[in-house]
C-alpha cells in the first residue's frame, strides 16, 4: 500500500492525533493511526471514518 511505504520512509510527515505519540495518515474514508518509536512503527487502528468516532476512541485508548 502505497500509504503504508510513505509512513515507513517518512514517519514524521502526517499530523500527530489528540492521543499521546499517535500521528494519523488520511485516505479518504479511512486513516491509520499508529505510532513512532526508535526502531519501528506500529500501525495501532485502521480506521473506517464513517464509523462512530466514540469507537475509535475505545480502539485507541486500548492501544495506548
Given at each position: 500500500?502505497?500509504?503504508?511505504?510513505?509512513?515507513a520512509a517518512s514517519p514524521f510527515i502526517y499530523k500527530s492525533s489528540d492521543f499521546k505519540d499517535i500521528r494519523v495518515a488520511t485516505l479518504g474514508n479511512f486513516s491509520i493511526f499508529y505510532k513512532v518509536s526508535a526502531d519501528q512503527i506500529i500501525i495501532t487502528?485502521?480506521?473506517?471514518?464513517?464509523?462512530?468516532?466514540?469507537k475509535l476512541l475505545e480502539v485507541l485508548k486500548e492501544n495506548t
Open positions: 500500500m502505497k500509504k503504508t511505504k510513505e509512513i487502528a485502521f480506521w473506517d471514518n464513517r464509523q462512530d468516532p466514540k
